[in-house]
């Protein structure tokens, strides 16, 4: 536990200078990735004296009006983007670091709807091709929610219910769809998150897991939808056990499991029930064909006014404009002299702006979940893929909980195990950060006031052959000559 770290709320990664940044209240933190517990540097932003009586005269605690640092992203191996709650007063900076030194350069800018003003509410963010992508609110009070995009052709969601209604998001993710693309297609944006449906006709509020879609060249329209996204679709994320009507309709966390190829990747995310038993986790994956396939082939959903103050929701049935609305701008396109999406013809535009939802939803891998866990409530999961001794591939599912544990679960020949369970705090605390280093074989986990790090794998732990084998790891392979148990990455030609 670091002097001085508290209230950790973002994690990052670079294995390029094998250092772990920690995003804790009023202050960076640098550590060594190969050991945390060794501190390189630190640096602290403070919210000004001015500021935080200003928060303290709008009503929020002395605790809250301060300043939480809730997105670290890397711009290069020199410069990170921090962006913190600056006491209500969202503010983002450029931190640049020299060896053991990071300073940030001064130039906070006033950043509505980058950053959350409320240091506890949900959020999302990524930094892709110079421009920062953000999924938070607006406002001081939390009450308009925005999907942005600044520092390049700034350009958001409109503030309408029936493009984002109470969301409270998850994440975001870029998935770089354009390379070697025949259909000369655009990276797209994915933004998870939960939010009150609108679809559904309910006595009580009904929630739902959505994704997102924007494409990453938008540059909103001409006259219609200027400075909005003219690309904004999003679809119900499902996860059920269709036979039992268990729906997990609250989304928790994402995790994208990139492959060389992107169509190869793969969407993990933690899901819960709203009603029902409150005490189930379900962990559902989702392809990129079944992503692509609601979105660029399915039905809309439209508004239709019943009665004087009512609007149902229900399957588009009448002609879709061409180009189809809410697809990026491609070869086809492009052949009909659309360039950019600020030459999109009013009717597509207009389409879009009022049909925004999807009709289909998109199903997971299987049409259920990869895993059900009673008794555990999962807050973060990250997935590693491994190639284990049987020469099988395995997605290996690290999943942190509430009171501080870490599950590692895979499947073995079509059924899915819980191998190993840990215990990562003292005392049982939320994980609210999990990152993991497949090049170092490391997982940093993050609570409120402490880091810690853990290898992906303990097969020293298995002392004899048979416990090693029986274990199932697929991080692990009993050395012969050693006779111990090794990690598999690391072991000699003799083992079994």
Known sequence: MKQGLSNVSTLLVNEETDTLFVGGRDAVFALDLNNISREIAREYWF???????????????????????????????????????????????????HKTNMSLQGKAEDSRGKCPFEPTLKYASAFADGAFYSATSNNFLGTEPIILRSMRNPVRTEFKTSWLNEPSFVDMEIVQESESNPNGDDDKIYVFFTETAVEFEFFDKLLVSRIARICKGDLGGKRILQRRWTSFLKSRLSCSIPELNFHFNIVQDIFLLRRTDWQESIFYGIFFQQWGRLDISAVCAYNMNNIQEVFSKGSYKGPVTVEPSHVKWVVYRGEVPVPRPGACIDNFARSIGYNTSSDLPDKVLQFVRDHPLMDNSVNPIGNRPVLLKRGSNYTRIVVDRVTGLDKQTYDVMFLATADGYLHKAFNWDGEMFIVEELQLFPSPEPVQSLQLSSKKGMLYAGARSRVVQLPVAACHRYRQCQDCVLARDPYCAWARAARECVLLANRSRDSE
């Open 47 to 97: 919210a000004t004296q001015e500021r935080q009586l200003e928060c303290i005269h709008r009503g929020k605690d002395k605790i809250r009006c301060q300043n939480y640092i809730l997105f670290l992203h890397k711009i290069n191996d020199s410069s990170l983007y921090v962006c913190g709650t600056n006491a209500y007063h969202p503010a983002c900076d450029h931190m640049v670091i």
